[in-house]
């Protein structure tokens, strides 16, 4: 492991609309723990998504991706806008990041979704179906029909145009992320529910089959099985029931966005996406919030910073193996919502809400004053 005096390389992408507001807050964070762990970052930024295609006509450069590949982490806003819908598939702001997924081989995607108790009410469910609610969502983030090949659209002999995507798994690529999921699992409640559509889909029979095998290696964890469909009502229904959702790349996709309307805002969900470790233990990893760019917001000071700041919680806590940072991160932002700052996602009604500036301003003033 690198000392601790060593540079941390931080490679920092804003993206489009929200993202530049919410990463240059969190870097203020990121600045106060440099000074906190006494270990400097040394902090590379770079253009990803629509702001890449205005410049390079691409929406990630090879550049880029190789200043990521060497980095021992990425920090990543979000990407795309109405301004570039227009554009082909494979040259959209979203395929930026889809790249960097692939070519970094960040292959477990963790979503969690807590809901703090100051929160409940700002929940589409009622308080107490979601007080309390501690899940974590693990998406397969590099395989399934986000890849698969072949896809296209072709015109068919009679003239009819028929579009086409395949879902595809090897067992390596299932066998993985369960895996992944299982671990941890067992720093948290040793429950994992893995889901798949075995009753429909090729592909979910086999996710099944795998992840059956692989839970017999971990007989501490006490695994079930879930159709996609029923965990989807399962979330609105009693969403407690869950400890760790370990689902293919589409399915975690969809469930995520989900999980995340259970704890009041979208505006406060981090994500880890992590690859495997190497021989160091150390693994490649990108962190970002799950919201996206909300072009309606942008550029107004309205944002939520609070999923991207804790995004950079669990860079202290993956890849910089700070855990009692990542936790004293954490601790300031349920002070301060607890002290009731709030951005308008979350503002109570009748409330303006605070700007982005001002809920990073309460973050800091909070880590000061622990
Ligand atoms: C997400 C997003 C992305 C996805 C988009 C921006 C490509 O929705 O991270 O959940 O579909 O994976
Ligand atoms: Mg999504």
Redesign the pocket.
């Known amino acids: 492991m690198a000392a601790a005096s060593e540079p941390f390389r931080l490679l920092v992408l804003p993206g489009d609309g929200i993202g530049p507001e919410v990463i240059g807050q969190t870097l203020r964070v990121v600045d106060w723990f440099g000074r906190f762990l006494g270990r400097p970052f040394a902090i590379s930024q770079d253009l990803v998504g629509g702001a890449c295609l205005d410049t390079h006509g691409v929406p990630v450069t090879d550049a880029v991706v190789e200043t990521a590949l060497s980095a021992d982490a990425v920090l990543f806003g ?3 806008g109405e301004k570039w819908d227009s554009q082909p598939i494979h040259l959209r ?2 395929a930026g ?2 790249r960097l ?1 692939k070519d970094l081989d960040l292959f477990a ?1 963790l979503r969690p979704a807590i809901c703090y108790p100051e929160l409940a009410s700002a929940s589409a469910l009622r308080p107490e179906l979601v007080e309390g609610l501690d899940i974590l969502i693990i ?1 397969e ?1 590099t395989a399934g029909v ?1 890849f698969g090949e072949p896809r296209g659209v072709e015109t068919l002999a009679n003239g009819v145009r028929r579009a086409f995507d395949t879902q595809a798994y090897t067992s390596e690529e299932v066998e993985r992320v369960v895996r992944a999921g299982f671990d941890i699992a067992r720093g948290r409640n040793r429950r994992v529910c893995s889901v798949d559509k075995a009753n429909v889909m090729q592909t979910g029979a086999f996710w099944r089959e795998i992840a059956t095998a692989v839970g017999r290696d971990y007989p501490d964890v006490e695994l079930t099985h879930m159709y996609a469909d029923n965990c989807a009502m399962q979330l609105m229904r009693r969403p407690k029931q869950f400890d760790v959702v370990v689902t293919d ?1 589409l399915f975690g ?1 969809i469930l ?2 989900a999980a995340a309307m259970l704890t009041g805002s979208l505006g406060l969900l981090p ?1 880890a996406s992590l690859g495997a470790a190497g021989p160091d233990g150390v693994r490649k990893a990108l962190y ?1 919030p ?1 919201h ?1 760019s909300a072009p309606d917001i942008a550029g107004r000071g309205l944002a939520n910073p609070l999923a991207t700041i804790l995004s950079f919680g669990m860079c202290l806590r993956h890849s910089m193996r700070a855990p009692e940072a990542a936790d004293r991160l954490e601790a300031a932002v349920r002070r301060v919502l607890a002290r009731g700052v709030r951005t308008a996602d979350i503002a109570r009604p009748g409330e303006a809400g605070v700007s982005t500036t001002q809920m990073t301003d309460a973050v800091l003033a909070e880590l000061d004053a622990m």
Request: aromatic share 4%; charged share 30%.
């Open positions: 979000a990407v795309g702001p979203e990041l889809l997924r995607n998406r983030l986000y790349n996709d995520s966005d994500s970002e799950v996206g």
